[in-house]
């Protein structure tokens, strides 16, 4: 019995142990919950501040940055001259973007050949337009025959831009008047039969096209000479319909021997063009000339020295594609009667005023926008520096300048 009344005595003190323990769980998850609450809202507050911290460091780094002084002085950068004097000039111009005051750059040829291939999408120029020729020397040095070339230019100051690729190191000593003063480009050395002729070819296209007033791009050497005056070449090449790049099917097997099989398919045997070096091209086949990669790339791996790829190059790839404008002939006149990898050079003998109007008017005809002409070169070439003298004296009563 005595075990009984105490079993039951336990069993009614029951329910109110049970109910203390409740309490003592629910008072110990809300103290977690106050410890977890407090702990986040101090882990917000600490990171706010450090966010903080690190933001204000920022600012005055950046402050410190844009309020350092910038040098008094021109700074060079890869070889680019920056004016630092802004305020006098704006080099955020128009004119500075249209027409680069100076021809002296840091950029490779990548980045010059991407930046000379934009080409607007809008027909109409927020400026008066007026186009220019560009005459690209390529030379190993010396001009030998610029006063000639100083006289052609002359008075037509607006008209043409002038721009020389000589070997690297050489500096064209001329005077400050010279149409030719600071027109040298970045260069690079050019071995005669490789693919550095094409490379120094698209150097100078690339660097006339970022004056966007060029319109016509005559490509010349030192050994050439203008045959017709300035306005005649201007308006001749300024109101063509076409581009004159020789170009040509040559089915002999010195010729044909010169492809490479590797160049198949892009390129097949029946593709293959023989032309002029000089050739010249209007602003749309010049900025097509320096964005190519792909023919390029073929010539540069498979067109070997004994190829000849500035013989080749821009004739085969303009046949490829725009051949419709193209009038399939040069403009500067060469003597290739002799067998010889070089032409005929003329000298001080050679230089008679009959000798000069032949050059000028041989009594051949040639098509110029679809119209037969009598007037078929502008320049010619190979000229020694011996020969400068006798063209100066016959300069205003034959070539007329």
């Known amino acids: 019995m005595a075990r009984s009344r105490g079993w039951r005595e336990e069993q009614e003190k029951s329910p109110g142990s049970i109910t203390k323990d409740s309490s003592v769980g629910l008072l110990r998850l809300i103290m977690v919950l106050i410890i977890f609450v407090a702990g986040v809202v101090i882990g917000l507050s600490s990171s706010s501040h450090i966010d903080r911290h690190f933001s204000l460091q920022e600012d005055q780094l950046y402050k410190n940055y844009a309020m350092a002084p910038m040098p008094a002085s021109t700074t060079s950068i890869k070889n680019c001259s920056v004016v630092s004097k802004c305020e006098k000039e704006d080099c955020l111009s128009m004119d500075s973007f249209l027409s680069p005051k100076n021809l002296t750059h840091g950029m490779s040829d990548d980045e010059l050949f991407w930046r000379a291939s934009l080409m607007p999408k809008k027909a109409e120029y927020p400026y008066d337009r007026v186009p220019k020729v560009a005459f690209m020397f390529l030379t190993r040095g010396p001009l030998p025959m610029l006063p000639l070339w100083e006289r052609f230019f002359k008075g037509h100051e607006k008209l043409f831009s002038i721009y020389v690729h000589a070997l690297p190191g050489y500096k064209l000593n001329v005077l400050n008047t010279s149409a030719f003063y600071g027109r040298q480009i970045p260069s690079q050395h050019v071995e005669w039969g490789t693919v550095s002729l094409v490379d120094a070819e698209r150097r100078l296209l690339a660097n006339a096209l970022l004056d966007f007033s060029n319109e016509r791009f005559v490509l010349l050497s030192e050994s050439?000479?203008?045959?017709?005056?300035?306005?005649?070449?201007?308006?001749?090449?300024?109101r063509s319909s076409h581009s004159f790049v020789e170009s040509y099917y040559n089915p002999s097997k010195d010729v044909r021997g010169r492809y490479s099989r590797w160049m198949w398919p892009t390129i097949r045997p029946s593709d293959w063009r023989k032309g002029s070096q000089w050739f010249e091209v209007n602003r749309?086949?010049?900025?097509?000339?320096?964005?190519?990669?792909?023919?390029?790339?073929?010539?540069?791996?498979?067109?070997?020295?004994?190829?000849?790829?500035?013989?080749?190059?821009?004739?085969?790839?303009?046949?490829?594609?725009?051949?419709?404008?193209?009038?399939?002939?040069?403009?500067?006149?060469?003597?290739?009667?002799?067998?010889?990898?070089?032409?005929?050079?003329?000298?001080?003998?050679?230089?008679?005023?009959?000798?000069?109007?032949?050059?000028?008017?041989?009594?051949?005809?040639?098509?110029?926008?679809?119209?037969?002409?009598?007037?078929?070169?502008?320049?010619?070439?190979?000229?020694?520096?011996?020969?400068?003298?006798?063209?100066?004296?016959?300069?205003?009563?034959?070539?007329?300048f």
């Open 224 to 238: 050439c000479i203008p045959i017709q005056n300035f306005p005649t070449v201007y308006q001749y090449l300024t």
């Open 284 to 400: 749309v086949l010049a900025a097509i000339i320096v964005s190519d990669t792909k023919y390029y790339s073929i010539f540069r791996k498979y067109c070997t020295p004994s190829c000849y790829p500035d013989e080749h190059y821009i004739p085969t790839f303009l046949h490829l594609f725009y051949g419709s404008l193209n009038a399939n002939r040069t403009v500067t006149w060469v003597d290739w009667s002799i067998r010889s990898p070089h032409p005929a050079a003329f000298g001080e003998a050679n230089i008679t005023e009959l000798f000069v109007q032949s050059l000028r008017n041989n009594g051949t005809l040639c098509s110029y926008n679809l119209v037969k002409t009598s007037v078929c070169y502008l320049f010619a070439r190979k000229f020694e520096p011996s020969a400068l003298e006798s063209l100066l004296n016959l300069s205003q009563s034959v070539m007329k």
